[in-house]
């Protein structure tokens, strides 16, 4: 339970930070943490995966 507000609030922040990278498996994840915890039984299994960016910063 005390991870479910820093995770809406990280992918929250992800989501308008970077729409272009955003997928519907990173949508689910969303739902996920912002669901009841009634309703997160019904949510699909995923597999894990991770964001890699890539760039330069000066």
Known sequence: ???LLP????LSQAQRRMP???T???QVMLDYVQAESSARGK???QD???WKL???RP
């Open 54 to 56: 890539h760039g330069f």
């Open 43 to 45: 949510f699909p299994i």
């Open 20 to 22: 272009e990278h955003w």
């Open 7 to 10: 995770s809406c609030q990280a």
């Open 48 to 50: 894990v995966h991770v």
């Open 1 to 3: 339970m005390a991870l």
């Open 24 to 26: 519907n498996e990173d």
